[in-house]
């Protein structure tokens, strides 16, 4: 039984395309995170909702923009895709507050070429 | 900046050796910390994590990792590690007080040969 569940696994698309990531969480959770790591496993946040409300918006071009419809979903679309967007992105979700663990969907490779 | 470094990148060792794995962070406030680790092919999961008290914290598969304040550290260990915990391992910290954001080191990749 998934907990956090993404889709589509794998991502190929040409440059200056638009395309959108899913994430689902089955844990009750009310927080959901974006992360984006690059080619050298480098994991760094982009966004972070808290029962639907963003709440974490990091330096992210503003071609990214998280959709949270209720709180067990964040989904990622990405405009007018660029070379450098070439990455694996992880959601993930958590309880509500700090000191607590974050729980990792499996990861959506991007590939723009 | 906050920032979190990991020093070693990438880490061979034979099964049965010891492990330390370093990781270091530069913010002078109250922080909490967590080792991740993502196995081939796997999604990442919690190894262990340190909010308070004892500064030794022990987690699953045998790991364990110390908190020292004074060097800003939180350095993974294992006594002897086995040819399954060859993965990438990823130290964060997250700002106690602030939203739960982790701020990740550049993980270290581990290979263990039989």
């Known amino acids: 039984d998934t907990a956090v569940s993404q889709t589509p696994k794998y991502l190929v698309t040409q440059m200056g395309n638009d395309k959108s990531i899913k994430c689902e969480q089955n844990l009750g959770h009310d927080t959901m995170y974006w992360y984006k790591q690059d080619s050298k496993k480098f994991l760094k946040i982009m966004f972070s909702y808290n029962n639907k409300e963003l709440i974490i918006n990091e330096t992210v071009p503003n071609r990214f923009s998280p959709k949270s419809p209720d709180k067990a979903h964040l989904n990622l679309h990405i405009n007018s895709l660029e070379l450098g967007d070439s990455a694996v992105y992880f959601c993930?979700?958590?309880?509500?507050?700090?000191?607590?663990?974050?729980?990792f969907g499996p990861g959506t490779r991007l590939t723009v070429l | 900046a906050q920032s979190v470094s990991q020093h070693n990148h990438h880490v061979i060792l034979s099964e049965a050796a010891s492990l330390e794995l370093g990781c270091n962070y530069s913010y002078g406030g109250t922080v909490n910390l967590f080792w991740y680790v993502q196995y081939p092919g796997q999604h990442l999961q919690l190894l262990l994590k340190y909010f308070s008290g004892d500064p030794l914290v022990k987690g699953i598969k045998g790991f364990e990792a110390e908190f020292i304040k004074s060097k800003f550290s939180f350095n993974l260990r294992k006594p002897s590690v086995q040819w399954s915990d060859t993965a990438e391992y990823f130290c964060a910290v997250e700002l106690s007080g602030g939203y739960n954001k982790l701020i990740f080191g550049a993980g270290t990749r581990l290979a263990v040969h039989p």
């Open positions: 993930a979700s958590s309880p509500r507050g700090q000191r607590n663990e974050q729980f």
